[in-house]
Each structure stands twice: as structure tokens, then as C-alpha cells.
């Protein structure tokens, strides 16, 4: 896959799903609690930012075309689920069973997700968007993405 500035959306954003499942895995696989700290603050940080810079570069551009309006609006409310089971698990201490159980269940939310963005979503993307619309909007997301981090950053700590 290309590296650097020419990488599009799909590209971007494929890779940013990859590195969220890997996180779910650490998650998982961590022996000590901070470790578990740690992977689920990294998890925060990258779904949310994934998660608005769609919300701000991605979905508006699909929005455009006719017969989008379903499926974006399904996907931004999963985006919501998504946000306030990371709020509530912000709030849970990392070893109560309570917070096993919704990372389960954000694990699960996030998987099928991912799954229909990475068909029904980029599908209609790949339809609707010539290839140098795709490139230009990866630049646009990385760009949102770098503005958003600070503030996400913040909010993870507090
Ligand atoms: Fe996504
Ligand atoms: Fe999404």
C-alpha cells in the first residue's frame, strides 16, 4: 500500500480499522492493569478521532449523493453507540467486571461496524467519488484527524 500524502480515504481509513482491532486485541490479551490503562486510553483516543473525522470528512462527501442518506445515518448513530459505551467505560474501573463486559460489547458494535463501512460504505464511495476525490478527501481526514488530536487528547485525561 502507498505510504505518505497520495493515500486515500478508503486506504486511511482501512488502516485506522486495522490498528482499532489490534488495539481490542491488546485489550484483551493484557496481563496487568496498566496495561489495560493503557491500551483502553489508546482506544479512546483512536476511535474517537477515526470516528470524527469521518463524521467531518467522510460521510458529508457521500451525503451529497442520492440514496446515502440511510445508510450514513445508520452509521452515524453507531458512531454515537460507539462514543457513549466509550464515556461509560471511561468512567468504569478497568478491573471491574462491568467493564469487561462492555468492552465486549463495544468490541462488537465497532466489528460489524467496520464490517458494512468496509462493503455497503466504501462501496458507495467507490461508486460516487472519482479516484482523485478519494485522494484528495485522504488528505482532508489526515488533516482533521492532526487538527482533532489535541483536543481528544484532552478529553482521554480527563
Ligand atoms: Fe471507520
Ligand atoms: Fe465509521
Do not use: W
Request: hydrophobic fraction near 35%; charge should be negative; proline fraction near 3%.
Amino acid at each position: 500500500m502507498a505510504k505518505g500524502k497520495n493515500q486515500d480515504i478508503l486506504e486511511l481509513i482501512t488502516t485506522d480499522h486495522r490498528e482499532v482491532e489490534q488495539i481490542f486485541a491488546q485489550i484483551a490479551g493484557a496481563s496487568k492493569l496498566e496495561q489495560l490503562y493503557e491500551c483502553f486510553n489508546q482506544l479512546y483516543k483512536e476511535l474517537n478521532l477515526h470516528s470524527r473525522a469521518e463524521e467531518l470528512v467522510f460521510y458529508p462527501a457521500l451525503r451529497e449523493y442520492e440514496d446515502t442518506d440511510d445508510m450514513i445515518e445508520e452509521a452515524e448513530s453507531e458512531h454515537e453507540e460507539a462514543a457513549a459505551l466509550l464515556e461509560e467505560l471511561k468512567a468504569l474501573s478497568p478491573d471491574s467486571p462491568e467493564f469487561q463486559d462492555k468492552v465486549a460489547e463495544l468490541k462488537e458494535a465497532v466489528l460489524h461496524h467496520v464490517q458494512e463501512e468496509e462493503s455497503e460504505v466504501f462501496e458507495t464511495a467507490r461508486d460516487c467519488l472519482e479516484p482523485q476525490q478519494l485522494t484528495q478527501l485522504g488528505q482532508e481526514f489526515q488533516q482533521a484527524k492532526t487538527k482533532l488530536e489535541a483536543e481528544i487528547v484532552e478529553a482521554a485525561s480527563l
